[in-house]
């Protein structure tokens, strides 16, 4: 059976994250979307983004890696603004999926 490989991110919410004034946050989310929309743009991310009413809800979002490494996805993941600030803490595996998966539309939503 032939399979796509990816470098599936489980993006965390510590126990220990660190409080920040709310304008800190405000800054840590921004630079956090506009790490991930570079590196969308950059080819080097499939699709990331939050899951809503996960059954652990230390999950706050995934991220779909294509960097054939897992290395070279933590290096980039553990780059993100949000980790470096102890904001989220991420898990990094293989992914993978029957070929050009990825490609197909989901379900269009709109999140607040």
Do not use: K
Not at 60 to 66: A, C, P
Not at 70 to 94: C, F, H
């Amino acid at each position: 059976m032939d399979l796509e490989a990816f470098e599936l991110v489980f993006l965390r919410r510590p126990a220990s994250a660190p409080d920040y004034p709310e304008a800190e946050l405000d800054r840590i989310q921004r630079e956090h979307l506009a790490y991930h929309a570079r590196l969308r743009e950059s080819g080097q991310v499939v699709t990331n983004g939050p899951v809503v009413g996960p059954p652990d809800p230390s999950l706050r979002g995934l991220t779909f890696y294509r960097t054939g490494s897992l290395e070279e996805s933590r290096r980039l993941a553990e780059d993100d603004p949000a980790v470096r600030a102890g904001r989220l803490a991420v898990e990094i595996m293989t992914w993978y999926c029957p070929p050009a998966t990825m490609s197909r539309p989901g379900r269009a939503v709109t999140l607040d």
